[in-house]
């Protein structure tokens, strides 16, 4: 049973614009959520991170935003560099589950040039 | 410095096998991870050991039996491999027992069963 989800497997934008990329997750007791990002032949790398108690946090080109009544968080990269090209994987936890993290599919970006 | 090696990085090996991952982490983390990505690339959670403690065992096979003997090393030792064990394996690390703080992970063992 996939708690995490990210319907699009992948994105292409150019450089210098803005990448979206979204998660949905439909259990309700997350309250922690991660961004990682993952380059081919190595593990993923953690990016950005927010609570369940803010709607938002940014560092630098990353912010991601946070809606609990959809249940659903994004990860805002602006400007876009083709260095970001990689698959970047939502992930959740709550305390009970002794901070598991549970994935999403990832989502492959291709930044252009 | 590597933060979390694992070795091997690549392991093919026959049906019915028994075969060890080694992961280390020089972080001073006390809490280690072991996590599969199957054929759909799906991440998910095997195991977690706080201190040398198991912490979580998900719904595992038997067949697949972590060992922590200090905080540093996590090991994973598999027996009677199955064509359906083939998939990434990663190793990961964090400071406390959370994802609060972010996991460090490994570069993955991929293993193919044949």
């Known amino acids: 049973d996939q708690q995490v989800k990210q319907n699009s497997p992948s994105l292409s934008v150019q450089e210098g614009r803005i990448s979206i990329l979204n998660c949905d997750y439909t259990n309700s007791m997350f309250d922690y959520f991660l961004w990682y990002k993952k380059y081919p032949a190595e593990g993923p790398t953690f990016l950005i991170s927010?609570?369940?108690?803010?709607d938002k946090n940014e560092d630098g080109r990353f912010t991601v935003f946070l809606n609990k009544s959809a249940k659903h968080l994004s990860l805002h990269i602006v400007p876009s560099q083709p260095g970001d090209s990689a698959v970047y994987f939502c992930?959740?936890?709550?305390?009970?589950?002794?901070?598991?993290?549970?994935f999403g599919k990832g989502t492959s970006l291709l930044v252009t040039p | 410095d590597t933060a979390v090696s694992q070795t091997p990085k690549y392991l093919v090996t026959q049906m019915g096998n028994d075969k060890s991952i080694k992961c280390e982490q020089n972080l001073g983390h006390d809490t280690m991870y072991w996590y599969k990505q199957d054929s759909k690339k799906f991440l998910k959670i095997m195991f977690s050991?706080?201190?040398?403690?198991?912490?979580i065992n998900e719904t595992v096979p038997n067949r697949f039996s972590p060992k922590s003997p200090d905080k540093a090393h996590l090991n994973l030792h598999i027996n009677s491999l199955e064509l359906g064990d083939s998939a990434v394996y990663f190793c990961?690390?964090?400071?406390?027992?959370?994802?609060?703080?972010?996991?460090?992970f490994g570069s993955g063992t991929r293993l193919t069963v044949v």
């Open positions: 927010i609570s369940s108690i803010k």
């Open positions: 992930a959740a936890s709550y305390s009970n589950s002794g901070y598991a993290l549970n």
């Open positions: 990961a690390s964090s400071q406390g027992q959370g994802s609060h703080y972010g996991y460090t």
């Open positions: 050991y706080n201190n040398k403690e198991l912490i």
